[in-house]
């Protein structure tokens, strides 16, 4: 039933299509995949509400529901003014890239607007900017897991990494919003390719580091394991060390530059104070260590609670993703029943990973579900697509793929995300686990592990 040389296959077709028609399929399942999470949006809670917006496009003017975030007008100042980001109360300096990127797409399309006369708000380019900018990101995501995972790119896993990503939990909540909270799983995809591939690049952790200031982690988890293992000279790792400061220590000479030039309102230096004092990141562990007088600003902030704290938001991030961490379970079973041997680096450098995340965000001082999702909610996605490699099967990464974007785009609310599943998506997991035993029992000694 699943067949590594079947030449009616789908993977065998987009093998064999010409590569400009292949892009051409790949943007209508793109947009298939938009519009389906469009026409299913997310209830959002708190600040971020899905709310009526007026567009106008072409000079007609449109009014629908759409996602508003509630600082969406610090990234649109940013994507608007790149120059104008080094100001008193502009929280988002810590991003420059992020928003530099968001800027160029801006400008690209109000010229293009200028040019041939279209006549549309600056709010819908801003609004059109941001969705642009979120679909490269996920393009790029399922290119560096194809990359790290089948070490060239392969067009049937990208399009099944592409799906499963915009599927994902992440993005079912940040598509249609400006932030860069979607750059987190990018940075994790890259981390886990250059830890796979030995490929340290402190220049590259530094630009990822000017989008968001988690590039670090993956930066700090090949500094630590280079070290330890030796296999680094000390002369290698402080170039490293100094190409990853180089993108940084640039962005800060063009905001010092920016405040001799236009004048020292537009070369401010900026700490948003709820890090500072409200979060207090990494500062509360350290003070907890070595300040006796040290009172905290959250009860969580010391060593005796910190633990419970996140052991808390934990549970609450596997409440809210037992479908997820379920089906990767799942496949990772079928993965050690299926294969006669198992080479466990990929697996481990994930797991691995994916804990060391887990322990650096966990003294980072925030107490809310999305920052455990950073870590382990990630892993659980790189798990995935590793177990789908693994098991090589078209017809079981399809299935896979529709039981995640059915769960997924069936759930508009928190409260929804639970086991409680219904009749299609009960189907649909019936459907693979069936196909998997079938298939265990009658093509098993087939199948044989090539990396």
């Known amino acids: 039933m699943f067949t590594k040389t079947n030449k009616l296959s789908f993977q065998s077709f987009l093998n064999t299509i010409n590569f400009k028609f292949y892009i051409f399929l790949i943007l209508i399942f793109e947009i298939i995949a938009v519009y389906l999470s469009y026409k299913n949006l997310f209830n959002y809670e708190g600040c971020t509400n899905v709310v009526f917006r007026d567009f106008n496009l072409f000079n007609n003017f449109i009014s629908i529901p759409y996602p508003e975030m509630c ?36 400008r690209f399309f109000f010229i293009f607007s200028l040019l041939f ?4 708000e600056p709010i819908s380019l801003l609004l059109l900017s941001s969705l642009i900018l979120q ?8 290119y560096v897991i194809c990359k790290t995972l089948k070490a060239n790119f392969d067009r049937f896993y990208f399009l099944i990494f592409f799906l499963l990503v915009i599927f994902s939990f992440e993005y079912r909540l940040y598509l249609f919003l400006p932030t860069n909270s979607t750059t987190y799983l990018l940075i994790f995809a890259f981390s886990i390719y250059s830890i796979k591939n030995k490929k340290l690049s402190g220049f590259m952790y530094g630009l990822l580091f000017t989008i968001s200031a988690y590039g670090i982690i993956g930066f700090l988890y090949e500094l630590l394991t280079t070290i330890y293992k030796r296999k680094k000279s000390v002369k290698t790792i402080i170039k490293n060390i100094i190409l990853f400061l180089i993108p940084y220590i640039g962005f800060e000479l063009i905001r010092v530059l920016l405040g001799f030039f236009q004048g020292k309102e537009y070369g401010v230096k900026y700490i948003h104070a709820a890090e500072a004092e409200e979060y207090q990141q990494f500062v509360w562990f350290i003070q907890s ?74 003294l980072q001082g925030f107490y809310v579900y999305r920052f455990v999702y950073y870590s382990i909610g990630f892993g659980v996605i790189l798990l995935t697509c590793l177990f789908l490699v693994k098991i090589d099967s078209e017809l079981l990464s399809i299935l896979s793929v529709i039981a995640t974007a059915s769960y997924t785009l069936s759930r508009n609310n928190f409260q929804e995300y639970t086991l409680n599943l219904n009749l299609i998506d009960s189907l649909l997991i019936i459907t693979i686990i069936c196909m998997s035993i079938y298939d265990f029992f009658t093509k098993r000694n087939k199948y044989t592990v090539d990396n």
């Open 135 to 142: 679909i490269i990101i996920v393009n790029l995501i399922a």
């Open 289 to 362: 260590l070595f300040n006796r007088s040290y009172e905290p600003f959250q009860n969580c902030h010391t060593l005796t609670e910190f633990i419970p704290c996140y052991f808390d938001i934990t549970l609450t991030y596997f409440s809210i993703s037992l479908f997820y961490i379920s089906l990767c379970l799942l496949l990772f079973f079928f993965t050690l029943i299926r294969l006669k041997k198992f080479n466990y680096r990929s697996f481990s450098i994930i797991l691995s990973f994916t804990i060391f995340n887990y322990i650096f965000i966990s």
């Open 117 to 120: 006369g279209f006549l549309i």
């Open 71 to 106: 600082d969406e007008s610090f990234y649109f100042h940013g994507f608007q003014w790149i120059n104008h980001i080094y100001e008193n109360g502009y929280v988002y300096q810590d991003r420059p890239l992020y928003l530099g990127i968001g800027f160029i797409i801006y």
